[in-house]
């Protein structure tokens, strides 16, 4: 009952979105070498790997595994302060959920619940620090916040009493921190993928009975460690809970690449629909001598010549050029063919980058400013403020729905993507949550209704 | 040749050979592998041994690597490198280095149970085991030469999980014969498995750091294996976006020479510490000091007689995890300058059984614990290779006794006899092997140069 409406209906958003993403990234090659990896692992208790029937792992390998696929493609979702808060947490949640100690039932509203702890926890503790509200440049956020927000939502989800949710807390802290190097390589989705499940797993090892640092918010050398300058602040009370995502929304992506790209996308995109109306719908290419990008310096997406899809996602001048010529971005935009396209090539030779002193590095205040300019002299461009999918311009029910079963259908049959949308719409009422699971697996139709009969045979369980 | 950082440690750890071990090499990291599974194997008596089993033994498929004091009991290899690295750091009994950080406890585990884990056609034998166990040494004892900041007992982060990771990935890369393009990833994966922050220590959760450095530094190593890749310049300095150097405020990456020019390795420069008691690094030289100070005591007044006893001074380096002055766990009274030094001077020695609940709690030391005072002498740094311990004891009758120790017994300047370290080891395997065994793996470790299969000395466990 702490849950607000509007808390509620943000935070199905967030996990309808990340499901899609997550069934996506399920046919990426990083998320087949973690599979494969993984197999070496397996026990009496195992839990669905999203997108396949046949064969399942243990609780905290289907964490690691569904963790990778939800940010292989760097498509899910962006909060602010910075961080993807969704992919630490649901893949641990909903792994935990089929694995709960004595098979109790786990309800919607269970896993609704665990996972907004889970989001909260993050949100709190970016606020801890000033640094956080920047983009990062040290530690990638999700590797921090995001091990401690799938800490808090897997204790929450065993029913950890207050100790044992110290101690969850305490552990996680010890497997938090991963550096910023490894974005735009193809180890940054593990980022993720390890947030989940070692998050999970403090939550196992606390509910063992392991003890921690019963101050490891408090102290600075706690996870203070991670920030250089760190103001911890205890959570208001229970009543009437004000809860971040009441008043901060996240940004969906609508293409699979780093969240500054997505301002640079919208203004190319108006760029090239002003340049084609100006010169009989056909796009100058030939025409063009300079594009200039007005960004806000971040590092690790300065990219003028990406090489590979991980260093394309993280780049502004990849993004812009690939808008300018194929009008928007998609899920193609980062094949290899497409990356290494002559044209593309082209575009990018003539693309710099600027930084206004204005455009601070700031997912709630960068704006992006492009400008192409053509050999006879004249400049075309424009500026995105805010894109579409942001948390001031959110994503349409249509839409969202849109890119789900876009991603899903790749790997799932219609039964099981409409049958996600139907119970993620309808979480808090569901009984029993193990539908999504067995939805997520893609098992069919005929195997799901096989299941509900057995269950139903099942006498006073719990 | 314009090499990177990242690319020359990569090419050593690929292009090392035994032949590149001196002989002071090869014997101090033997010394080291015996202490390192002696220290395991009385740590797999503990509680949060059992814990880290327990939850190890959900996941049991290709179960064949050993586990510390459990003959019946094979895990998955990285969650065997995980439970012996908890039972390693259990008790703080294993060795410390300089600059300071846990080297052994973070690599051994895992060559231990990687050796088990290859198929039989391609077994390591036992140089090729003590080769990748120095790889992993030099790896760290490398890094932490990268910053100024690791010269001192820490403050942020506890090296064992920053460094301990990326020596476990180096020397399980090496032992798995992985490519040099593949150890490069290796470290770049384990970058992002490093780093916990010191609040966990002296606490349960703190010997999960060791545990986790060899483990997740094995997993890095196997996904590498398997075709994963990340930044090919993390151990670089990287301007605006962090690598490694995340961990440190001062950071200066140096290449490593190719093996093929003159490589002295940092073991033969600087040796290690091997503890005496479970305790952490710092303790024991106040306990030197204090049973220096017990002795003239004792002389002086006949026997040991804390009612004459007004104060007693602690003179030690400035270090918060380490200054408690009344501790109520075991994990405190391992990181407690006060409750050593109290223990010294009460029992006239500290072991094992100073750090039950009985011991911790009795009303005799309490007592002793009342009277404690600390300084911090501004020449007393909190560097391992500096410190010193001092005990004053201020009588009632006026009279000032004093013990000091710059250098404890067991301390790379002063180190441990042979006989002293294998008494060491029996002492601590005999909690949990039978004679035989635990002579068995003397002699394999003196001799594991000519050992032909590696993966012998896991077994037998």
């Not at chain 1, 801890?128 to 929450?156: D, L, Q, W, Y």
């Not at chain 1, 876009?406 to 993507?417: F, H």
């Not at chain 2, 690929?14 to 032949?19: N, R, T, W």
Request: hydrophobic fraction near 40%.
């Amino acid at each position: 009952n702490h849950l607000t409406d509007q808390v509620i209906q943000r935070s199905k958003r967030m996990i309808l979105d990340t499901l899609g993403v997550g069934l996506l990234g399920t046919s990426t090659e990083v998320c087949h070498k973690v599979t494969q990896y993984s197999k070496i692992y397996s026990s009496d208790i195992s839990s669905t790997i999203w997108g396949h029937p046949n064969f399942r792992l243990p609780p905290l390998y289907a964490a690691f595994v569904n963790g990778v696929a939800v940010h292989s493609m760097d498509f899910d979702d962006t909060w602010h302060p910075a961080t993807h808060p969704s992919g630490a947490v649901l893949p641990a949640v909903i792994a935990l959920s089929e694995a709960s100690p004595q098979k109790k039932k786990i309800s919607g509203l269970d896993l609704l619940l665990a996972f907004n702890v889970g989001i909260e926890v993050q949100g709190r503790l970016l606020r801890f620090s000033s640094e956080a509200r920047n983009i990062p440049k040290r530690f990638h956020p999700p590797t921090v916040v995001g091990t401690m927000g799938s800490a808090a939502a897997c204790a929450k989800l065993l029913a950890l009493d207050r100790l044992k949710c110290k101690n969850t807390l305490a552990i996680a802290a010890s497997y938090a921190g991963a550096p910023l190097a490894n974005a735009a390589t193809q180890t940054k989705p593990l980022h993720v993928g390890n947030a989940a499940k070692h998050g999970l797993e403090a939550a196992c090892l606390a509910s063992q009975g392991l003890q921690g640092n019963k101050q490891i918010l408090d102290m600075e050398s706690g996870i203070g460690a991670f920030y250089t300058d760190y103001n911890p602040q205890s959570l208001p009370t229970l009543q009437s809970y004000p809860w971040l995502l009441d008043q901060q929304d996240v940004a969906i992506k609508r293409f699979p690449a780093h969240l500054g790209t997505h301002w640079v996308a919208d203004a190319a995109s108006s760029v090239r629909r002003k340049l084609v109306e100006s010169s009989d719908n056909l796009l100058p290419l030939d025409k063009i001598e300079k594009i200039i990008l007005k960004v806000p310096e971040v590092k690790y997406v300065n990219r003028p010549s990406p090489t590979s899809e991980h260093e394309a996602r993280h780049s502004f001048q990849f993004v812009a050029c690939s808008a300018l010529l194929n009008g928007s971005m998609s899920v193609q935009s980062f094949t290899s063919e497409n990356v290494h396209q002559p044209a593309l090539r082209e575009l990018l030779c003539k693309t710099q980058l600027e930084h206004p002193p204005d455009n601070t590095p700031s997912f709630d205040s960068l704006y992006c400013e492009v400008s192409v300019t053509l050999q006879d002299g004249n400049t075309i461009s424009d500026r995105c403020d805010t894109f579409y999918g942001h948390w001031r311009k959110p994503l349409k029910k249509e839409d969202l729905e849109k890119k789900f079963q876009s991603n899903a259908s790749s790997v799932l049959p219609a039964e099981a993507t409409e049958g996600i949308i139907e119970t993620v719409y309808n979480l808090e009422n569901v009984e029993d949550c193990s539908a999504l699971s067995t939805f997520l697996s893609g098992r069919s139709a005929r195997a799901l209704s096989e299941k509900r009969h057995a269950q139903s045979n099942i006498v006073g369980f719990g | 040749l314009w090499e990177t950082v990242t690319s020359s440690f990569a090419s050593f750890i690929h292009g090392v050979q035994p032949e590149h071990l001196s002989k002071i090499v090869r014997h101090r990291s033997k010394r080291m592998i015996l202490d390192s599974i002696g220290v395991g194997l009385v740590g797999s008596t503990t509680h949060v041994f059992d814990i880290a089993l327990q939850y190890c033994r959900l996941y049991s498929s290709v179960a064949v690597s050993s586990v510390y004091g459990k003959p019946g009991i094979k895990l998955s290899p990285t969650l065997a490198a995980f439970t012996n690295g908890v039972a390693t750091h259990s008790m703080d009994f294993d060795d410390t280095w300089h600059p300071a950080t846990h080297p052994s406890g973070a690599i051994l585990p895992a060559l231990l149970a990687a050796s088990q884990m290859l198929p039989p056609s391609t077994k390591p034998n036992g140089m090729d085991f003590l080769l990748a166990f120095n790889v992993g040494l030099e790896v760290q004892g490398r890094l932490m030469h990268f910053s100024t900041e690791a010269h001192n007992i820490p403050k942020r982060f506890h090296p064992p999980s920053v460094v301990g990771t990326m020596g476990s990935a180096a020397a399980t890369a090496k032992l798995l014969s992985l490519s040099t393009a593949q150890c490069a990833h290796a470290l770049g994966i384990a970058a992002s498995l490093a780093g916990a922050p010191m609040a966990n220590a002296a606490t349960q959760a703190k010997p999960l750091h060791i545990g986790n450095a060899t483990r997740l530094g094995f997993e890095a190593a196997l996904l590498a294996a398997r075709g994963m890749e990340a930044n090919p310049l993390i151990l670089d300095d990287i301007p605006g976006c962090s690598g490694f150097s995340v961990f440190y405020s001062v950071y200066q990456p140096k290449p490593l020479s190719t093996p093929s020019d003159h490589h002295e390795f940092l073991l033969e420069k600087q040796d290690i510490a091997f503890k005496r008691f479970p305790a952490h690094l710092g303790m024991h030289w106040v306990v030197d000091a204090a049973l220096s100070v017990r002795n003239l005591f004792i002389h002086y007044a006949g026997s040991f007689s804390p009612s004459l006893i007004r104060t007693i001074v602690l003179k030690i380096p400035v270090s918060k995890y380490i200054n408690r002055p009344f501790p109520s766990s075991e994990h405190e009274a391992r990181h407690s300058f006060q409750f050593n030094a109290c223990t010294a001077l009460l029992d006239g020695e500290v072991g094992l059984s100073s750090f039950t609940e009985s011991s911790i709690h009795r009303q005799e030391l309490r007592e002793l614990l009342d009277k404690v005072v600390v300084e911090h002498p501004e020449d007393n740094v909190a560097n391992f290779d500096k410190m010193y311990g001092e005990v004053e004891l201020l009588l009632h009758s006026g009279d000032v006794l004093t013990g000091k120790c710059d250098t404890f017994y067991g301390h790379w300047r002063k180190p441990l006899s042979k006989e002293s370290l294998l008494k060491k080891f029996r002492s601590n395997a005999s909690h949990v092997l039978p004679e035989e065994k635990i002579e068995t793996i003397i002699t394999m470790v003196d001799n594991l140069e000519n050992l032909s299969d590696s993966s012998q000395l896991a077994c037998s466990l």
